[in-house]
Nanobody
Framework: EVQLVETGGGLVQPGGSLGLSCAGS????????MSWVRQAPGKGLEWVAG????????AYADSVKGRFTISKDAAANTVYLRMSSLEPEDTAVYYC??????????????WGQGTLVTVSS
């Protein structure tokens, strides 16, 4: 089955760090550009970070730039999101998602189930 599964969410204190993982199955994440997208309670989807198929380039939303790092491990077929200096505003369900192909970065065709990150003392 072609799918993405996010893990690593949980409760973290403000200023803390947390790492999320997105494991692909049924396809190779090294063949696709990947992104993390989040949805805060009662709010819409917010694109967070993206990475090219090879991992050669990354991009970030201004809200997380300098605090979050997206990466991928081809051998593990996994995309990661390292989050640091977390703020309550980072509380959201975090989704991993796949672009249709290496030429399209305007929409995401495959999404994981999401993992909840709660930043609170």
């Amino acid at each position: 089955e072609v799918q993405l599964v996010e893990t690593g969410g949980g409760l973290v204190q403000p200023g803390g760090s947390l790492g999320l993982s997105c494991a692909g199955s049924g396809f190779s994440t090294s063949d696709y550009g990947m992104s993390w997208v989040r949805q805060a309670p009662g709010k819409g989807l917010e694109w967070v970070a993206g990475i090219t198929n090879t991992g050669s380039r990354t991009a970030y939303a201004d809200s997380v730039k300098g605090r979050f790092t997206i990466s991928k491990d081809a051998a593990a077929n996994t995309v990661y999101l390292r989050m640091s200096s977390l703020e309550p505003e980072d509380t959201a369900v975090y989704y991993c998602a796949r672009y249709p192909n290496i030429y399209i970065d305007t929409y995401l065709e495959l999404w994981g189930q999401g993992t909840l990150v709660t930043v609170s003392s």
